[in-house]
Structure formats: structure tokens, C-alpha cells
């Protein structure tokens, strides 16, 4: 399978095609199955992101056979809303925490916190702050409802891999992880089943090769 590509496919169907711990990391944000394609507490659900993207994307979590998939291909694996799927997932003892407030605080219908579940036989936690709240969020512009902050997963891809790793996301919708990859000097791989999102994760990396450099400097 060609790297640096996003793929407009089951990601089902892409992973039967790796082989076993061919992936050094994992980092993914599936559907969780609560119906936010419908908007959460009356945000999103008659106008911008939420309107735009009318598949039911959400109403269902995805099957066992894909996490299956995800456990055999990856050496380690990250996986958003894991608190969503522990009937399809090993108990958890390494758990990533997404402060998504920081000390502002809000009264809106969403979340502080996100959880992610990891496959580090680890006991602890491992926290990290990147401000996202309604309206409020570090991210300029967000093409997909659920699109998390290029700034977080840079991190967590940076503290969870080596420069030169493959990184996979099976659910890479508007293309956020390829993005971070871009930035970090790590190979990727994407799957994503919506063409309309496959489009726009590619013209985001096409449209970011300058911001990359840019990026690359501040980072040092």
C-alpha cells in the first residue's frame, strides 16, 4: 500500500490488506455511535459542519471485526472515544486525556474532557490541553464536526512515535492526522469511506505545504 495517501475506501477493506504489526502507530477517531452528525444539545444541528455531512455517520459504532483489524496491524494504537467501545476493545490501563477547556469556563452542552483508549500496558494517564469548546477553539476553521485540533494530535503523534514511522488513521475524515504528519516528518496512511471528506483532507495537505515549512520552523 503507497504511504503519504489518503484512501477513499472501507477502511474494513484497506487493513485485510496489511500485514500484522505492519503499523507503528495507530492514532484514529471513530464513530461513537451517539447521533453527533444530529448536532449535540441543539449546536451544529441546523447549519455549518453538522448540516453539511447528512450520511448518519454516527448512528453506529463500527464493528468488531474493525477493531479486530486495528489490534493485529497495529504495534501501537490510540483510539478516540475508547470509553465508547469496551465491549470491542481489551480493558484499558494506559488512558489518554483531552482537556479540551483548560481553566475557562464554559456553559454549553459539551464535554471538558475526551478520553482516548491506548493499547500501553502502562497503569497511568497522560493528559494534554488544547482549548475546543463550541465557538472557542485554537483550531481556525473546522470542515468536519468532530475534526479534533491538528495541534493535539501533533503532540500525541509526536510523544507516541519515532520521525520516519507509518501512522495510520482508519476514520480520517477531514485529514487531521495526515496533516500532523506532514509536520512531525512521519509517514501516513488514511482511510476514509465519505468521498466528499476524502477531497477535503487532500486539497487541506495540497493547501498546506507552505504552512507546513512555516510550521516546521516555529517548531524548531
Given at each position: 500500500m503507497e504511504l503519504n495517501k489518503i484512501y477513499n475506501m472501507d477502511c474494513?477493506?484497506?487493513?485485510?490488506?496489511?500485514?500484522?504489526?505492519?503499523?507503528?502507530?495507530?492514532v484514529t477517531d471513530p464513530p461513537y455511535g451517539i447521533n453527533a452528525d444530529?448536532?449535540?444539545?441543539?449546536?451544529?444541528s441546523s447549519s455549518g459542519t453538522a448540516k453539511s455531512y447528512e450520511d448518519n455517520w454516527d448512528n453506529k459504532t463500527p464493528s468488531k471485526e474493525v477493531f479486530?483489524?486495528?489490534?493485529?496491524?497495529?504495534?501501537k494504537i490510540i483510539i478516540f472515544g475508547g470509553n465508547f467501545f469496551t465491549d470491542k476493545l481489551p480493558v484499558g490501563t494506559h488512558w489518554i486525556v483531552w482537556d479540551k477547556v483548560g481553566n475557562i469556563k464554559f456553559k454549553n452542552p459539551f464535554s471538558d474532557?475526551?478520553?482516548?483508549?491506548?493499547?500501553?500496558?502502562?497503569?497511568?494517564?497522560?493528559?494534554?490541553?488544547?482549548i475546543q469548546q463550541g465557538f472557542v477553539s485554537e483550531e481556525?476553521?473546522?470542515m468536519h464536526p468532530t475534526q479534533k485540533p491538528v495541534k493535539l494530535f501533533r503532540n500525541i503523534i509526536k510523544d507516541y512515535s519515532e520521525q520516519g514511522d507509518l501512522i495510520l488513521?482508519?476514520?480520517?475524515?477531514?485529514?487531521?492526522?495526515?496533516?500532523?504528519?506532514?509536520q512531525l516528518?512521519?509517514?501516513?496512511?488514511?482511510?476514509?469511506?465519505?468521498?466528499?471528506y476524502c477531497d477535503i483532507a487532500n486539497k487541506r495537505l495540497n493547501q498546506g505545504n507552505l504552512l507546513n515549512i512555516l510550521e516546521q520552523q516555529k517548531l524548531g
Open positions: 474494513l477493506e484497506g487493513m485485510k490488506q496489511m500485514k500484522d504489526n505492519s503499523v507503528d502507530l495507530i444530529k448536532g449535540v444539545g441543539g449546536f451544529g479486530n483489524e486495528i489490534l493485529r496491524i497495529g504495534k474532557c475526551e478520553l482516548a483508549w491506548t493499547n500501553s500496558e502502562k497503569v497511568s494517564t497522560k493528559k494534554y490541553i488544547v481556525r476553521k473546522r488513521d482508519p476514520f480520517i475524515g477531514s485529514g487531521t492526522t495526515a496533516v500532523a504528519c506532514k516528518g512521519r509517514n501516513f496512511i488514511g482511510f476514509e469511506i465519505s468521498k466528499k
